[in-house]
């Protein structure tokens, strides 16, 4: 399974973006979903976290409100629609596969995911 990122860019605070995360070589189906981030000298943080099996998803705080995920099995792709961007969302955005785990704020810690993208960058700037 290979990930891949798109839909980063500069934005200006309180604008929006939607990132997408496409996978390859293998269905997304199976797999829950993991939203993460990074900012410029900043550990990796979750984002938010989505099942592989019904449509539960999982929000980090700062996300609640203002970030939604989905995911598209057919089209073997997930999504990120941020909104109301703050310049502290600046970050590096990246996508990760998990096949097994035991609950969604579990998969958000990062331990267990098989596959990581390459990143988008968000620059929320004026």
């Known amino acids: 399974l290979q990930l891949t990122e798109s839909g980063g860019g500069l934005v200006q605070p309180g604008g929006s973006l939607k990132l997408s995360c496409t996978a390859s070589g293998s269905p997304l189906q199976y797999y829950g979903i993991g939203w993460f981030r990074q900012a410029p000298g900043k550990e990796r943080e979750a984002v938010s976290c989505i099942s592989s099996h019904d449509d539960s998803i999982y929000y980090v705080d700062f996300a609640k409100g203002r970030f939604t995920s989905a995911r598209n099995n057919a089209e073997n792709t997930a999504y990120l629609q941020m909104n109301s961007l703050k310049p502290e969302d600046t970050a590096v955005y990246y996508c990760?596969?998990?096949?097994?785990?035991?609950?969604?704020?579990?998969?958000?810690?990062?331990?267990?995911?098989?596959?990581w993208g390459k990143g988008t960058l968000v620059t929320v700037s004026s």
């Open positions: 990760a596969a998990v096949l097994a785990y035991t609950s969604l704020e579990k998969m958000c810690l990062g331990a267990h995911v098989n596959t």
